[in-house]
């Protein structure tokens, strides 16, 4: 019995001190329970007055210092009226520190109100639901930051010249207007923000002299950096993501735009209305559907930009003149570059590749594309409808075409390497007239080069290698054109004539080595065909219903097959070279054809059987080098213009003077003398000089080359 009478003494105690702990427990709990404290319901406007105030006293804004003031409860408006604001600040230099709280509004009114303030911080606070989040008027030098401004009509306004503000770090959101709006106010800078899915991102109406940098800018409705008559602005290293447009320059100048990541906008850039003298340098322009674009806009300069991989154009030109593109890199996109009515700009030094077409230039003139690098495009180039374009020193390589024209005149191709393309080198469609096509390497396509059009000139290029089935140097149904001073050589056919070519010229031109043809004619009649060199084709000339003119009543062309004899030593055969009954060369050539041309009006030409270097003419006389196998005879048969050396005329081989002197031949006229002089081969030098006194003209001759030798030298110097 003792023993349970202690038990139950022992349970009892510890019953007791159970019930004492939860007593204690739930008293304090009970003591630690506060009822929640309800928001600060606005009813009118709360002012931060000039003598450091708070009006009214009951708002829930704290200061000790009258400097920094805290927000100390959310505020909560269950209306505004129009025009009225929940704060407005009339005290300069202070610090407003939301520390977390929100400003709640109705749609209507300003969050913040500044007018004709300095030197006050914002920052830290959540506001949502106004007109404008945060009002700026005619205020300068205040500072915005680390702020979260949400589902306002505006985020953040400065109107009537408020400048040299700073808006950092905050966060702008689904505003439905603007995220940013500056109004006639001036060296803002816009910095380091989150502005996302705004109507507008920042919008900049009359503002000169802001700087919008390091932003993260997507999702916006309409623009996400938007300026109107807007200059001397700087946007730089931005985040511009799945906004409409993403750069839109209305009226706007002098504008620099570089560094930022510009991708999935429907305009990566828009410059429209007269925006001009703008940099844009360094973007990334990727997946939007246009890269840059410009309507109606001049003296822009576009450089150094990755424009990739955008559904339409990479940049395109509509009505805009005078800008420069250069240096950028421009690839997968539709067009790599699109001009339509556009003049006077200049493309070049650019990477263009993997597009559908590199460049298309539509009824655009006087436009300059030089030294791009233009791979695997379909069309390298092409020209539509457009007049009086340069397309010069270019590398357009492994395009389906390297350049096209298409009823486009008066252009000129000048200079460029064009090789390992598909179809064509160069293709002229269209009636595409009067175009000049000059210095090019065209080499490695199924054709060369294609023509259809008339009064072309085609001139000092080497076409070669180009070996499709149908052949090389195509001409259909032209007429007019001049064919000269072509290397055309190793295709599979050199010149083909077709379907009524008829009164081209063709003359000067190296015809060798061509696996199936030199020159293959079909109903084509009545063009001129002299000076050229056949050699080795397999077959100098294909023939059919053509009847064509091979000489110029002097001269004819020089054919590696010819047998015939030269007994009247004036190095044109004694025989004709017959072709076929109604083609026949009345005067072939004993030796190669060549030009020398040492200015636009003086040319001079050699009929020779030997090899020429080093042709010179130093002011006074001519001078070259002549080479065959040694001990064999050699000639040269030589064209002067009169106005370039007067008669009569000595020659030397290596210094010894041909005695008699050639006398001219008799096809000689008024304005050129022809000589014909023989040698024995090895290498020799050849003058022909004026007439002078014997004694003088060595002498006369080695001292102004030795002239000529240093002021070159001195030209060379660094």
């Known amino acids: 019995m003792t023993d349970v009478s202690e038990m139950n003494k022992i349970v009892s105690v510890c019953f007791t001190i159970l019930c004492l702990l939860s007593i204690m427990f739930l008293v304090g709990l009970a003591s630690t329970v506060q009822p929640v404290k309800a928001d600060y319901v606005w009813t009118e406007t709360i002012y931060i007055r000039a003598d450091g105030s708070v009006d009214p006293e009951t708002a829930p804004i704290s200061t000790v210092d009258n400097v920094t003031y805290t927000l100390t409860d959310n505020i909560v408006a269950d209306s505004i009226p129009s025009g009225q604001s929940i704060i407005a600040i009339e005290r300069d230099s202070i610090v407003f520190d939301g520390v977390g709280c929100t400003l709640q509004g109705t749609e209507n009114g300003n969050g913040i109100y500044l007018y004709g303030r300095t030197n006050a911080t914002i920052k830290n606070i959540h506001i949502k639901n106004f007109w404008h989040g945060i009002y700026l008027d005619s205020s300068s030098h205040n500072s915005l930051s680390g702020n979260n401004i949400t589902n306002n009509r505006v985020g953040i306004a400065f109107v009537y010249s408020s400048s040299n503000n700073s808006v950092s770090g905050n966060n702008i959101t689904a505003n439905t ?62 985040d511009i993501i799945n906004n409409y447009n993403g750069i839109f320059l209305y009226y706007s100048s002098n504008t620099s735009v570089s560094g930022n990541n510009i991708t999935n906008n429907s305009h990566g850039i828009y410059l429209n209305c007269s925006s001009s003298n703008n940099s844009i340098s360094g973007n990334n322009m990727k ?247 056949f050699v080795n084709n397999t077959k100098h000339v294909l023939s059919y219903n053509s009847v064509n003119i091979w000489n110029n009543d002097v001269e004819g062309n020089y ?100 005695l008699p002197s050639p006398e001219p031949l008799p096809c000689s006229n008024m304005t050129h003398a022809y000589l014909y002089f023989s040698y024995t081969h090895s290498t020799q030098e050849v003058i022909i000089v004026p007439e002078f006194p014997s004694l003088m003209i060595l002498p006369l001759f080695m001292m102004v080359t030795l002239l000529t030798v240093i002021v070159q030298r001195r030209k060379l110097e660094p």
């Open 287 to 533: 997946n939007n559907w246009y890269g840059i674009y410009l309507s109606s806009s001049f003296n822009n300069s576009l450089s150094r930009n990755n424009i990739t991989a955008n559904d339409y154009d990479g940049v395109w030109l509509d009505r805009s003149s005078d800008n420069i593109i250069s240096g950028n890199d421009i690839e997968n996109n539709d067009d790599g570059v699109y001009l339509s009515y556009s003049s006077n700009n200049s493309i070049f030094g650019n990477n263009i590749a993997n597009n559908y077409y590199g460049i298309w230039v539509g009824s655009s003139s006087s436009n300059s594309l030089s030294g791009n690098n233009i791979t695997n495009n379909y069309d390298g180039i092409l020209l539509l409808g457009s007049s009086n374009n340069s397309i010069n020193g270019n590398t357009i390589t492994a395009n389906e075409v390297g350049i096209s024209l298409d009823e486009s005149s008066n252009n000129t191709i000048s200079g460029n390497t064009i090789t390992a393309n598909i179809d064509y080198g160069v293709e002229l469609y269209g009636f595409s007239n009067n175009n000049s096509i000059s210095g090019n390497t065209i080499t490695g396509s199924d054709y060369g080069l294609w023509l259809e059009g008339s009064f072309n000139t085609i001139f000092g290029n080497d076409i070669s290698y180009n070996k499709g089935s149908e052949g090389n140097y195509i001409a259909y149904s032209v007429k007019n054109n001049v064919i000269s001073g072509n290397n055309i050589t190793d295709n599979r056919d050199g010149v083909e004539l077709y379907d009524e070519s008829n009164n081209n010229t063709i003359c000067g031109n190296n015809i060798a080595n061509n696996e199936r043809h030199g020159l293959h004619q079909h109903d084509s009649s009545d063009n001129f065909i002299y000076h050229n060199n």
């Open 559 to 658: 054919w590696s097959n010819y047998t015939g004899f030269d007994l009247n030593h004036d190095g044109i055969g004694d025989t004709n070279h017959t072709i076929d009954a109604n083609n026949i060369d009345n005067y072939p050539l004993m030796g190669m054809f060549t030009n020398f041309q040492f200015t636009p009006e003086h040319h001079v030409q050699t009929i020779c059987n030997s090899s020429i270097t080093n042709f010179q003419f130093n002011g006074t006389a001519i001078s070259f080098n002549v080479t065959g196998v040694d001990d064999t005879d050699g000639f040269c048969r030589i064209c002067i213009p009169k106005t370039l050396i007067s008669e009569p005329f000595r020659v030397f081989v290596n210094d010894t003077e041909i």
């Open 177 to 238: 207007d603007n995220g940013i709006w500056l109004d006639s106010s001036s060296n803002n800078s816009i910095t380091g923000n989150n502005i996302t899915n705004n109507g507008l991102g920042i919008g900049l109406g009359s503002s000169p002299n802001n700087s919008v940098s390091g932003n993260n800018i997507t999702g916006n409705n309409e623009h996400g950096i938007y300026l109107s008559y807007s200059s001397t602005t700087s946007l730089a290293e931005n």
